[in-house]
Nanobody
């Protein structure tokens, strides 16, 4: 059983920064992808950024140049550095792990990010 625990959300003013963290209880040593998704009030959950075990990254167009995703495999931890935050970045941010070999799909409980003055 794999569990993901997020932290780092909170209230920040527009233009500010936050760093989210997601620690996995374990990550199978096979091809996988970890990502951050967010759900704004009244909207569907959307992919923000993801990073494969190979190191390849993908970003939503809305966050390119402002957000940076990274992972520390030794610590089983995923990060999302968010800069130049905008009110439209507000939402619950969820960490996700997908392991291709086992079709294992795990979600964290979510952490709330509020961008407001």
């Amino acid at each position: 059983q794999v569990q993901l625990v997020e932290s780092g959300g909170g209230l920040v003013q527009p233009g500010g920064s936050l760093r989210l963290s997601c620690t996995a209880s374990r990550i199978p040593n096979t091809i996988n992808v970890m990502g951050w998704h967010r759900q704004a009030p009244g909207k569907e959950r959307e992919l923000v950024a993801r990073i494969f075990s190979s190191g390849t990254t993908n970003y939503a167009d809305s966050v390119k140049g402002r957000f940076s995703i990274s992972r520390d495999n030794a610590k089983n931890t995923l990060y999302l550095q968010m800069n130049s935050l905008k009110p439209e970045d507000t939402g619950v941010y969820y960490c996700n792990l997908f392991v291709f070999e086992y079709e294992l799909n795990v979600w964290g409980q979510g952490t709330l990010v509020t961008v407001s003055s």
